[in-house]
């Protein structure tokens, strides 16, 4: 079993910043893309940003040079940090990682933490 626990969300005004940590937990030799996907109401999950393990990373193109995400290979965490906020960004942010168990790779979710922009 695997657990990825995200912290960090919360209400920030238009043009804030926060800082999004997710940990990763459980029975897995090794951890290979982490990342991060957002779901508005109403709306479909969409991609935010990833980092592979040798900290490759790619970013929506929405996001791109206002996010920084990150990971701690050690401690099995990664993080997004969100800058210059707007009102669009306002969504449940859910932490994902691809993971070998065995000599399979599976995918996990995080239960997802809240962001809240205000105009």
């Known amino acids: 079993q695997v657990q990825l626990v995200e912290s960090g969300g919360g209400l920030v005004q238009a043009g804030g910043s926060l800082r999004l940590s997710c940990a990763a937990s459980?029975?897995?030799?090794?951890?290979?893309?982490m990342g991060w996907y957002r779901q508005a109401p109403g709306k479909q999950r969409e991609f935010v940003a990833d980092i592979t393990s040798a900290a490759n990373t790619n970013y929506a193109s929405s996001v791109r040079g206002r996010f920084t995400i990150s990971r701690d290979n050690a401690k099995n965490t990664v993080s997004l940090q969100m800058n210059t906020l707007k009102p669009e960004d306002a969504a449940a942010y859910y932490c994902?990682?691809?993971?070998?168990?065995?000599?399979?790779?599976?995918?996990?979710w995080g239960q997802g933490t809240q962001v809240t922009v205000s105009s």
């Open positions: 459980g029975s897995f030799s090794r951890i290979y893309t």
């Open positions: 994902s990682a691809t993971v070998q168990i065995g000599r399979a790779l599976e995918n996990y």
